[in-house]
């Protein structure tokens, strides 16, 4: 299958909020219990570093930086959110997302990029340590679901080998 990787535009937000609803739905891939708003969900994105994969049918699969922090000492920092199509499940995009996500985020100046994930989200525990994600501590139960349920969160984080060394 080939993909196309490139920037997010305001037009894509209805397919990439659609698979973001789907991740919503499986409970393990976030804490949020619906989909917000495109205002928000660009709030704190680094733009560059915001893409979506689109094939002949349109976007399978989407992935984000987020700013860790508005502050200039921490401008190297960034929060990592990537998420495939179910139906493109196993065909390598979540690969091709995240490795072009890490490229595009040190060609932005990211030194260090992190990710928080679920305990029972093996598939992207597997990828994040495939692209040299390291898992540096857990959060317990550090969120509460919207059925009650508390979360613990594994922290992962990825050092530049470019930037900031």
Known sequence: MMYNIRQMIKSDWNE???IYRLGIETGNATF???VPSYESFVSNAV???TLVATDEAGIQ???KLNKSSNRYVYRGLGEVSTYVHPRENGKGLGD???HTLTQTSEENGFWTLSAGIFP?????IKLHSKHGFEEVGVRKRVGQMQNGQWRDVILFERRSGRVGV
């Open 16 to 18: 990439v909020k659609e």
């Open 32 to 34: 949020e219990k619906e």
């Open 47 to 49: 733009l560059e570093c």
């Open 61 to 63: 699969g989407w992935c």
């Open 96 to 98: 091709l997302l995240l």
């Open 120 to 124: 029972e989200n093996v598939a992207s």
